[in-house]
Nanobody, 119 residues
Framework: QVQLVESGGGLVQAGGSLRLSCAASGRTDSMGWFRQAPGKEREFVSAISRNGGVTYYADFVKGRFTISRDNAKNTVYLQMHSLKPEDTAVYYC???????????????WGQGTQVTVSS
């Protein structure tokens, strides 16, 4: 059982930046981020392989968000720039066996961190 704990959410103005962090209690393979806006389904945002060599992004964040990880700290990051009001959501960290499977069926989930972007 791996526990994932997100941090770094908050309130930011449109055009601003935030960096989310997710600390895992142990070794993880692929890690990723999802988000869920009010009244909407949870959606995939980004994923990264264990060695960091493979990354995936949803089209709506390409060029604005960057995923990275520090295996020595068992931590994955999501650097978010040029934030838009439509990025407002609860952001969830997840882990899974590889960068393809994690996009649909992660093994573990974090509790989520709220990101609110004001216009």
């Amino acid at each position: 059982q791996v526990q994932l704990v997100e941090s770094g959410g908050g309130l930011v103005q449109a055009g601003g930046s935030l960096r989310l962090s997710c600390a895992a209690s142990g070794r993880t393979d692929s890690m990723g981020w999802f988000r869920q806006a009010p009244g909407k389904e949870r959606e995939f945002v980004s994923a990264i392989s264990r060695n960091g060599g493979v990354t995936y992004y949803a089209d709506f964040v390409k060029g604005r968000f960057t995923i990275s990880r520090d295996n020595a700290k068992n931590t994955v990051y999501l650097q978010m720039h040029s934030l838009k009001p439509e990025d407002t959501a609860v952001y969830y960290c997840a882990s899974g066996p590889n960068t393809l499977v994690i996009q649909t069926t992660p093994t573990y989930w974090g509790q989520g961190t709220q990101v609110t972007v004001s216009s």
